[in-house]
């Protein structure tokens, strides 16, 4: 797993001072590692999902890309965005031959359409790449704008109908998925439905937990 450094900007939003697991970053108490499931993609629909990480994710506790890399470990990595020093390693593996990368943009479409394409057309011996931007979406939104270095991907649109259950923040509609919620979009058009309802479960569980333990609520054993 890739990761570049992470923004050390101090973590001083409300519930700052909470006393958190480091792995999963939920309140000790509420903490969901032991729910971890780590499983491994159908092989013989091959595919990777690359999160783009805004630095200043890396440390917030609503963050669900965690949620990707700890039930897809190793079908998953993770690159910190940096708008004019992108990671080298990024670069070298988007020019390598055995990926075919896509970005994933849930935006405006607006002098992007030669861009966007409906599926995903495997081509032989290249593994599919999904590029999550991973941030709030006004962040994706100016990540996609100002990295030079992702122009000349072909867009994928997320076609669906799917209302988000993320409320951990808001979002300027209720067709406006979670980072963890494309994932399970992802991989349930593209043959992989058990990992999927794998990772649909830790963040069902995650999305209860953390809400439990904004309210001090007590936690269901069962």
């Known amino acids: 797993m890739l990761e570049t450094t992470p923004s050390r900007k101090p973590f001083l939003a409300k519930g700052s001072k909470v006393k958190r697991c480091q792995e999963c970053l939920l309140a000790k108490g509420y903490c969901i590692c032991d729910h971890k499931n780590p499983m491994q993609l159908d092989e013989a629909y091959p595919l990777e999902i690359w999160l783009l990480m805004h630095q200043e994710e890396s440390y917030k506790p609503t963050n669900t890309g965690r949620l990707i890399e700890h039930s897809l470990p190793e079908s998953t990595r993770r690159f910190y965005w940096h708008r004019t020093e992108p990671d080298p390693l990024f670069l070298q593996m988007l020019a390598d031959e055995k990926y ?74 209720e067709f406006h998925l979670c980072t963890c919620e494309v994932a399970m979009e992802l991989l349930h058009s593209h043959q992989q439905v058990k990992g999927a309802q794998a990772l649909g479960e830790y963040f069902s569980r995650f999305n209860d937990m953390y809400d439990r333990s904004r309210r001090n609520a007590p936690i269901d054993q069962t």
């Open 100 to 173: 075919q990368p896509h970005i994933i943009y849930p935006g405006d479409r607006e002098g992007i359409a030669h861009r966007v394409v409906n599926e995903v057309k495997r081509e032989e011996d290249k593994i599919p790449v999904f590029i999550i931007l991973d941030g709030s979406w006004r962040q994706a939104g100016r990540m996609f704008r100002l990295s030079k270095y992702l122009q000349h991907l072909p867009v994928l649109p997320l076609n669906t109908q799917r209302h988000s259950e993320y409320k951990l923040r808001k979002a300027p509609d």
